[in-house]
T-cell receptor, first 115, second 112 residues
Framework: DGGITQSPKYLFRKEGQNVTLSCEQN?????MYWYRQDPGQGLRLIYY???????QKGDIAEGYSVSREKKESFPLTVTSAQKNPTAFYLC??????????????FGSGTRLTVV | KNQVEQSPQSLIILEGKNCTLQ??????????LRWYKQDTGRGPVSLTI?????NTKSNGRYTATLDADTKQSSLHITASQLSDSASYIC???????????FGTGTSLTVIP
């Protein structure tokens, strides 16, 4: 079955460490996204990519980095510069375009905790 | 400014009761509106998709309505179950700019 897979489900980071969250999709979607979700808040866009080897900053990109070397993969690195990284991270993908066939498919999320 | 606002922010209801969640938007030009259900610790899953020409769409006990004139949508849940406890997110897309606009969600808790 086609889908989008995030790993790991839970991740613990020590102060000053960089960690990388994995996101893989086999839906043949061109666009991929990373969102951060804090308790009681909506989704906030970190980075997105609409094509391989190209990505754009979202609303809260500081302290994060991404790469898009393959269409299927869009890993997110949370760097030590991100001062408050504890949150739930969601990856999403979709076909580019408008209309009912171009909605988001979300992964199941990664919960990152700083220890 | 394109915005999506949801109300209430949170809601607690008894099992078996009905409830209605609201989504108001100012997105223009409107393409479609989606309701997602997000269980705790999981990613959002699409419930319904509404286009400009659709007024009502059902998915089991979930019924979504759309009034494109007033730019309002509602999600009605009938005979609620404990498994309905989740966050419900409204997402509106525009026909131009490839843009999607997210509401902040309604947190629903169904209690026995």
């Amino acid at each position: 079955d086609g889908g989008i897979t995030q790993s790991p489900k839970y991740l613990f980071r020590k102060e000053g460490q960089n960690v990388t969250l994995s996101c893989e999709q086999n839906l043949n979607h061109d666009a991929m996204y990373w969102y951060r979700q804090d308790p009681g808040q909506g989704l906030r866009l970190i980075y997105y990519s609409q094509i391989v080897n190209d990505f754009q900053k979202g609303d809260i990109a500081e302290g994060y980095s991404v790469s898009r070397e393959k269409k299927e993969s869009f890993p997110l690195t949370v760097t030590s510069a991100q001062k408050n990284p504890t949150a739930f991270y969601l990856c999403a993908s979709r076909k580019t375009g408008t209309g009912i066939n171009y909605g988001y498919t979300f992964g199941s999320g990664t919960r990152l905790t700083v220890v | 400014k394109n915005q999506v606002e949801q109300s209430p922010q949170s809601l607690i209801i008894l099992e078996g009761k009905n409830c209605t969640l609201q989504c108001n938007y100012t997105v223009s030009p409107f393409s479609n509106l989606r309701w997602y259900k997000q269980d705790t610790g999981r990613g959002p899953v699409s419930l319904t998709i509404m286009t400009f020409s659709e007024n009502t769409k059902s998915n089991g006990r979930y019924t979504a309505t759309l009034d494109a004139d007033t730019k309002q949508s509602s999600l009605h849940i009938t005979a609620s179950q404990l498994s309905d406890s989740a966050s419900y997110i409204c997402v509106v897309s525009a026909t131009t700019g490839n843009q999607f606009y997210f509401g902040t969600g309604t947190s629903l808790t169904v209690i026995p």
